[in-house]
């Protein structure tokens, strides 16, 4: 039987340090090698057979997990806020890492974290991509406001970005000098790009095969449009992977840490251990959603008698939450079962 043979790889931009050990924990090979796809093909001309590898999630895993992934047993990703052998660690530099990594791995103590497929990681940097030119709009359109008040304009809070509105203000209002205008049409001209790109990238995740029909099923739901159906999808990939509605909640950032000690707990404030965009699109879909469905306006209300109007929203995006985990996992549109006298999915 052959012995497999385990390889810890510290990466960073321009290297990566590896670490190869047996299942005793002999080194067998330790090294650096450049952060390219042809150096990484020489270098496992060289390793013995099998061998499976793990390393750190970094802005630069996806590309080296993705290359390494066809020639090896396994390749896994951990967690990096749960590698605190290496954190706290006294002495620390990139070799001691990737020793460290490969321990980890070879006594299986590495806190492996979710890899999405490369078709939906794919398609997430394409909707994280759009979430960009969505803010870089919002700044242009703030720009616009600003230039106009520091000019000293009197306009229209309402219509200010509307295309006739703003056509006729720079025409007729004498207090917009010929200085400002080309800066205003430039800011404008910005808007309507990024406008048209944003829309053009949500049209062509909506019609993916890939995505279509668990973007409708999601749909199904109420108050849950085509963002907040695509950032979910793309965003969570395998549902199956959260056990319970708990740590999907959990996941999106919409509770607190505990922390418990001598029978003493404590709840803090948001977790800043979350999946950031999909929190976002979630809390700004919850504070709509009271005006799309019934039992979300009761939970709304129910929690906002508390006294809380943002802890009634969170109340709102954990329901909502349960919906997208129910749809998803059953495969079915979200159903209204009228017996009971409640909503459900």
């Given at each position: 039987?052959?012995?497999?043979?385990?390889?810890?790889?510290?990466?960073?931009?321009?290297?990566?340090?590896?670490?190869?050990?047996?299942?005793?924990?002999?080194?067998?090979?330790?090294?650096?090698?450049?952060?390219?796809?042809?150096?990484?093909?020489?270098w496992?001309?060289?390793?013995?057979?099998?061998w499976?590898?793990?390393?750190?999630?970094?802005?630069?895993?996806?590309?080296?997990?993705?290359?390494?992934?066809?020639?090896?047993?396994?390749?896994?990703?951990?967690?990096?806020?749960?590698?605190?052998?290496?954190?706290?660690?006294?002495?620390?530099?990139?070799?001691?890492?990737?020793?460290?990594?490969?321990?980890?791995?070879?006594?299986?103590?590495?806190?492996?974290?979710?890899?999405?497929?490369?078709?939906?990681?794919?398609?997430?940097?394409?909707?994280?991509?759009?979430?960009?030119?969505?803010?870089?709009a919002?700044?242009?359109?703030?720009?616009?406001?600003?230039?106009?008040?520091?000019?000293?304009?009197?306009?229209?809070?309402?219509?200010?970005?509307?295309?006739?509105?703003?056509?006729?203000?720079?025409?007729?209002?004498?207090?917009?000098?010929?200085?400002?205008?080309?800066?205003?049409?430039?800011?404008?001209?910005?808007?309507?790009?990024?406008?048209?790109?944003?829309?053009?990238?949500?049209?062509?995740?909506?019609?993916?095969?890939?995505?279509?029909?668990?973007?409708?099923?999601?749909?199904?739901?109420?108050?849950?449009?085509p963002?907040?159906?695509?950032?979910w999808?793309?965003?969570?990939?395998?549902?199956?992977?959260?056990?319970?509605?708990?740590?999907?909640?959990?996941?999106?950032?919409?509770?607190?840490?505990?922390?418990?000690?001598?029978?003493?707990?404590?709840?803090?404030?948001?977790?800043?251990?979350?999946?950031?965009h999909?929190?976002?699109?979630?809390?700004?879909?919850?504070?709509?959603?009271?005006?799309?469905?019934?039992?979300?306006a009761?939970?709304?209300?129910?929690?906002?008698?508390?006294?809380?109007?943002?802890?009634?929203?969170?109340?709102?995006?954990?329901?909502?939450?349960?919906?997208?985990?129910?749809?998803?996992?059953?495969?079915?549109?979200?159903?209204?079962?009228?017996?009971?006298?409640?909503?459900?999915?």
């Amino acid at each position: 039987m052959e012995t497999m043979h385990y390889i810890g790889l510290d990466v960073h931009k321009k290297t990566i340090d590896y670490c190869v050990k047996d299942g005793s924990g002999r080194i067998y090979a330790a090294g650096s090698i450049r952060a390219t796809r042809l150096d990484l093909d020489m270098w496992m001309k060289t390793l013995p057979r099998p061998w499976t590898a793990a390393m750190e999630a970094t802005i630069f895993t996806a590309w080296i997990y993705d290359h390494l992934q066809p020639h090896a047993a396994a390749v896994k990703v951990a967690h990096p806020l749960m590698l605190r052998a290496i954190a706290v660690a006294k002495k620390k530099n990139d070799r001691i890492d990737a020793k460290k990594i490969a321990d980890c791995l070879r006594c299986d103590f590495l806190p492996e974290c979710y890899m999405a497929s490369t078709e939906i990681r794919e398609r997430r940097r394409t909707l994280r991509y759009r979430n960009l030119l969505v803010r870089q709009a919002v700044q242009m359109k703030n720009k616009i406001a600003v230039l106009l008040m520091e000019a000293g304009v009197s306009y229209n809070k309402q219509k200010l970005h509307k295309v006739g509105y703003f056509r006729e203000l720079l025409a007729t209002n004498p207090d917009i000098d010929e200085g400002l205008k080309p800066l205003l049409r430039l800011c404008r001209e910005t808007v309507v790009h990024l406008g048209k790109t944003e829309s053009a990238l949500v049209r062509s995740l909506e019609r993916d095969s890939l995505l279509v029909e668990r973007v409708e099923r999601l749909m199904t739901i109420p108050a849950v449009g085509p963002i907040t159906a695509l950032t979910w999808a793309l965003e969570v990939g395998d549902v199956q992977r959260f056990s319970s509605i708990k740590k999907a909640i959990s996941y999106c950032g919409l509770c607190g840490a505990e922390r418990s000690s001598a029978n003493i707990t404590q709840r803090t404030p948001l977790s800043k251990q979350r999946n950031k965009h999909l929190q976002t699109v979630l809390i700004e879909a919850a504070k709509m959603a009271p005006r799309n469905s019934s039992e979300l306006a009761m939970v709304y209300e129910h929690e906002k008698q508390k006294g809380n109007a943002n802890r009634a929203t969170l109340a709102v995006a954990r329901k909502m939450v349960a919906y997208l985990v129910a749809v998803d996992r059953r495969q079915k549109g979200f159903l209204v079962v009228e017996n009971k006298n409640r909503t459900a999915a």
